[in-house]
């Protein structure tokens, strides 16, 4: 087996439309985080040994793998990772008597990026698919939200039916048949074994209660809030902070979020990909309203955790101001109440993923309260009721 670019070799691609599954059991979960704490930011692959449980490609809805082993063959740059099999798979054999039975496939990691099908990697279905009867992909990340495919070539037979007119006058039909090599591909879902029901639900749990606490956070801010901001009862003037951080700051009179040219991320704010929740999310969080931020929120979180506490009071205040701004702009279009309830749930999900991880729990709970109180203020807005703000400006006003 070859993982190394050799050849390039492309094939006309068919989709097949049903979907198969793969199951990734806790002695695969277990190899696979340890070799993302090992190895870090740069990429990883890896032999992939696996096993049928059901079904065969020609039928995808019954179609079930099961992952048996992960065998690393490469550890690469941040970027790229290749391998070519070489004299080493025979440890395989040697150790694990079963692996005869098992079928081979690919691994690689895309540490805190996106997983999905570059074009690198279906160049590498490419290359490597006429050396297995169907073959299995998968990528994984730090975000555990993995992508797989199974390919194998198909010769695809099409008839066409064709006419001419003879020397008569005549019209003649015929049938003309073609016969075109093509790879078939199975998007595959990945399933976790669940070897320890307890320990999975504890974790639903844990973030059912998260979801309650901040309603109830929500709530007690709708009644009991009495000064403008976000950070603790403190106002911010925030014009003393531009400049002060790049990332964050815009001109010195503006702020530089007006609704401009068509997003190049829309998409339906009802029916948002795993993609799209990721782009958003990282603009929402990087105060980004051109729609072009390229880190991770994973590496966003890390970066307003490790600013002065007087920064990420700033921060605070900024995002409140322009989450409205940006969503609208990804979207290109002003979103009706439903809708934004479902994005911002949505990008609320994308920092509660980090809640666990210690340096970032300040910084989730005060994002995640950021957008509680934005959609609070947001649906007063939409039903005409007055908001917060407005309330604080005519008690202002009124003391004044």
Sequence with gaps: MSNKKETEVTYPI????????????????????????????????????????SGSPAKPEDFVLEAKHLFLMDIGTAAYTEYEADSDIVDIYEKLPDAMEWKTGHIHSHHNMSAYFSGTDWSELHTNVDKHNYYLSLIV???????????????????????????????????????EQQMAVIDMDVYYGLDDQFFYDRYHQVVDKEKERLKQLAAKRKSTYTTKGYTGGKSIDL????GQNDALSGSEDTLPFEKGEKAP??????????????????????????????????????????????????????????????IGKFFDQDLEIDEMQIVVDEISKSTLRFSTIPALVDVVK???????????????????????????????????
């Design 239 to 242: 014009s003393k902070y531009r």
């Design 265 to 326: 991320f829309e998409g339906d704010p009802k029916v948002m990909t795993t993609v799209e929740v990721e782009n958003l999310a990282r603009n929402v969080f990087a105060v980004n309203g051109d729609l072009d931020e390229l880190q991770s929120v994973y590496q966003i979180l890390y970066a307003i955790a490790a600013s002065a506490t007087e920064k990420q009071e700033f921060y605070y205040d900024y995002l409140a101001l322009n989450v409205e701004n940006i």
């Design 14 to 53: 068919h989709e097949m439309d049903a979907r198969g599954k793969l199951i990734l059991p806790s002695n695969i979960v277990s190899q696979i985080n340890y070799l993302h704490g090992q190895v870090g930011k740069e990429e990883w692959s890896a032999m992939l040994l696996y096993d049928v449980k």
């Design 366 to 400: 005060g994002i995640t309260e950021v957008l509680a109180h934005f959609l609070m203020d947001f649906e007063l807005q939409k039903s005409g009721e007055e908001t917060i703000e407005d309330k604080l400006e005519k008690e202002a006003a009124d003391l004044s």
């Design 141 to 179: 990340n730090f975000d555990t939200k993995y992508a797989a495919k199974v390919a194998f070539l198909s010769n695809v037979h099409k008839t066409a039916k064709m006419n001419y007119v003879d020397d008569s006058g005549e019209t003649q039909h015929f049938k003309n048949t073609t016969v």
